[in-house]
């Protein structure tokens, strides 16, 4: 029962550079989520999908984008790295947008120089 | 603006002694609160979720409290141990189906 699988775990992008973090979660749930978390702040959304075929922006969705592969999958890319980026990504999922149970991943923590 | 606030930031209690992390909350509409536990190098993981009409809550170890008419609460955690040594986040469900994070209290268990 692996819960959210996030993958990488860590990252080292130069500015600039682009790349997917993947998430995935085996318990059938609707809605996942991307948030980040930078020191001393409380996590912040960046994208969410509430089912499987829609997205919608969070607090922070600027410099990102996300795609909700099928139910089980939801990605977020960065086209073009900023160091402002560098965080402590997280992916989440709840059985739906009504029942807010949420699971996490372990993050990826993601350095851009 | 919803907003969570926590305190302390930090704290280190010996093995053993009972700790009080608190939550204050400017939220609107509230739905309901909840306590995470979030181990170095790990995702967050629940350990609590109060309704408004719920004043205490237990989990193990682990007591939340909720005043609703002050908009505050609070984690006590008994007896601690060393893996009890984490951050502790306090998180408000809004009306909205938004969740608003705390920063949350780094708490290490001394042996």
């Known amino acids: 029962n692996a819960g959210v699988t996030q993958t990488p775990k860590f990252q080292v992008l130069k500015t600039g550079q682009s790349m997917t973090l993947q998430c995935a979660q085996d318990?059938?749930?609707?809605?996942m989520y991307w948030y980040r978390q930078d020191p001393g702040m409380g996590l912040r959304l960046i994208y969410y999908?509430?089912?499987?075929?829609?997205?919608d922006k969070g607090e922070v969705p600027n410099g990102y984008n996300v795609s909700r592969l099928n139910k089980r999958e939801f990605s977020l890319r960065l086209e073009s790295a900023a160091p402002s980026q560098t965080s402590v990504y997280f992916c989440?999922?709840?059985?739906?947008?009504?029942?807010?149970?949420?699971?996490f991943g372990q993050g990826t923590r993601l350095t851009v120089v | 603006k919803n907003q969570v606030e926590q305190s302390p930031q930090s704290l280190i209690i010996l093995e053993g002694k009972n700790c009080t992390l608190q939550?204050?909350?400017?939220?609107?509409?509230?739905?309901?609160l909840r306590w995470y536990k979030q181990d170095t190098g790990r995702g967050p993981v629940s350990l609590t979720i109060?309704?408004?009409?719920?004043n205490t809550k237990s989990n193990g170890r682990y007591t939340a409290t909720l005043d609703a008419d002050t908009k505050q609460s609070s984690l006590h955690i008994t007896a601690s141990q060393l893996s009890d040594s984490a951050s502790y986040i306090c998180?408000?469900?809004?009306?909205?189906?938004?969740?608003?994070f705390g920063t949350g209290t780094r708490l290490l268990v001394s042996p």
């Open positions: 109060m309704t408004f009409s719920e």
């Open positions: 999908s509430a089912s499987e075929g829609t997205t």
């Open positions: 998180v408000v469900l809004t009306g909205f189906q938004k969740l608003v």
């Open positions: 318990m059938n749930h609707n809605s």
């Open positions: 939550c204050n909350y400017t939220v609107s509409p509230f739905s309901n």
């Open positions: 989440a999922s709840t059985p739906s947008r009504v029942n807010t149970e949420a699971f």
